[in-house]
């Protein structure tokens, strides 16, 4: 009997060993790329929020004054204030995020709440 097939074979679990260890550093890479994404696009959320907050808090000091807090608030949230506009008390702000792929812009909007709306008239009992 021959051994042909045994030699033909040897070595081939290394191979596929190799092939399913560079799949998963692919999987891998882009699940870490999407988790950076996400961070990056809630940072940019955050840094607005607070800044469009920041902004309508101090509108009565002024939209420069006011927009420059929001600036500074942005920066403390690793964000860089984009737009910053004062409407009387609202303030509307984008933010942005991240560089290159990964980055992200968020508007924001903050002012006092509506006027409250009256409750319904209670129904008759029947």
Do not use: I, K, N, Y
């Not at 074979?9 to 870490?32: H, I, K, N, Q, T």
């Amino acid at each position: 009997m021959s051994d042909a097939s045994p030699v033909q074979d040897r070595g081939s679990a290394s191979v596929w060993c190799v092939g399913a260890v560079a799949v998963l550093c692919v999987v891998f890479g882009v699940v870490l790329a999407l988790g950076h994404a996400v961070v990056v696009r809630h940072r940019a959320a955050g840094g607005a929020d607070l800044a469009a907050l920041a902004a309508a808090d101090h509108w009565a000091h002024g939209a420069a004054e006011a927009c420059a807090r929001a600036g500074r608030v942005a920066r403390a949230q690793d964000a860089l204030l984009v737009r910053c506009v004062l409407t009387g008390e609202v303030s509307d702000v984008s933010v942005a995020s991240g560089a290159g792929p990964f980055s992200a812009e968020v508007r924001a909007r903050a002012g006092p709440p509506g006027p409250a709306q009256p409750p319904p008239p209670p129904r008759p009992a029947r």
